[in-house]
């Protein structure tokens, strides 16, 4: 299929990758369990995959913050700006410096959250592919209080979600947006307001509801570049329905991430993330803004 012009990613080596704590279900029986080796032939394999449909820029890889890996919690991109992460778990936090600096790096104005208001990037906050809109997850990590504040700063609407099983700990380990107003979703995820919320603005046929089993494979942790979409294990059924809408699926195994809560799209940033029309066209993103903002 065509590359899509505007599609790039940021990943990080993982080269210091490792299940060293708890902070997850996924983690539990999983400590000094990942087999390192294995972990980067899965992550070169899943790079190879994108780098072939997409652009892949890399941030280096750092010591003592094992899961820097999963950039996808780096922050929320949206044209030349970025709402930095800051984490819940004091397991994660020193990752913060380091996105921050390589953020600064690219010429992108960095909006950091309040002391007080966990949020967790892109793995919380995700960009509809059709509508000028931001889904945000609530209720394990990113605090409900940093939806207005995002809505503010990046002038979009915000359309809150409650996650309420912890299996499902982040909006992208059980919801995926996908090109041309298609969503894949797991939605016992989710309580009932906010499956109510989604119906609401998902047409049934462009809903791709996913089943238990695939869920707990991460499916729903996926990458969408284009109408390629990248993830680590698909039921025969789930992968028809998303070849029916045009999708072409690549199984990337990531067993080893698996083990610390992650899959493909936990691995990866969106970052031409532009500013969607009515009409589900799209700006092209911008770049080279100098202002910073604390």
Known sequence: MKQQRHDAFLMCPPQHFGVSYVINPWME?????????????????????LAGVAQVREMPAAAGVPDMVFTANAGLVLEDQVVLSHFRHAERQAEEPHFRAWFESQGLRVLAMPEHVPFEGAGDALLDRQADLLWMGYGHRTDVRAAPLVAGWLKIEVQSLQLVDPRFYHLDTCFCPLQGGYLMAYLPAFDAAS???????VPPQRLIAVGEEDALRFACNAVNAGRHVFLNRASPALRGQLEEKGFEVHETPLSEFMKAGGAAKCLTLKLDEPRRHADGAANAPTRGDDRRSA
């Open 29 to 49: 029986g999983n400590v000094a369990h990942a087999d390192l080796s294995l972990a980067e032939r899965q992550w070169q394999a899943l790079r190879d995959g």
């Open 195 to 201: 499956r109510k919320a989604i119906a609401a603005r």
